[in-house]
Nanobody, 124 residues
Framework: QVQVVESGGGSVEAGGSLKVSCVVS????????MGWYRRAPGKERTLGDL??????????HYADSVKDRFTISQDNARSTLFLQMNNLKTEDTAKYYC???????????????WGQGTQVTVSS
């Protein structure tokens, strides 16, 4: 299966910024809708909350909790997905994963394996 590799997390104080990245196989990048999920501590076995997504046609979506603070983008040449996170809050603390989104999630050509995620910790 296709692997994804996340990076760029870290620890910041509230109000700070971080940018996380995810390298995705060309086989699914641009073909399948992709997004950033986050799993709060203690919820590592759940799918998590979809924070932001981008569809193959370029349509982007943000959860209300991150709207106007987070920006999703992609580098097609490097098959890389980014999430710029500004004005971080303590409640943004979570492990962030990138993955395929519904409805592509069930498409055989979009099957992938979850990466290890990247930890984002925001302190007050």
């Amino acid at each position: 299966q296709v692997q994804v590799v996340e990076s760029g997390g870290g620890s910041v104080e509230a109000g700070g910024s971080l940018k996380v990245s995810c390298v995705v196989s060309e086989r699914i990048f641009n073909r399948c809708g992709m997004g950033w999920y986050r799993r709060a501590p203690g919820k590592e076995r759940t799918l998590g909350d979809l924070v932001s997504s981008i569809r193959p046609d370029g349509t982007v979506h943000y959860a209300d909790s991150v709207k106007d603070r987070f920006t999703i983008s992609q580098d097609n040449a490097r098959s890389t997905l980014f999430l710029q996170m500004n004005n971080l809050k303590t409640e943004d603390t979570a492990k962030y994963y990138c993955g395929v989104i519904v409805p592509w999630y069930s498409a055989p050509e979009c099957h992938f394996s979850w990466g290890q995620g990247t930890q984002v910790t925001v302190s007050s």
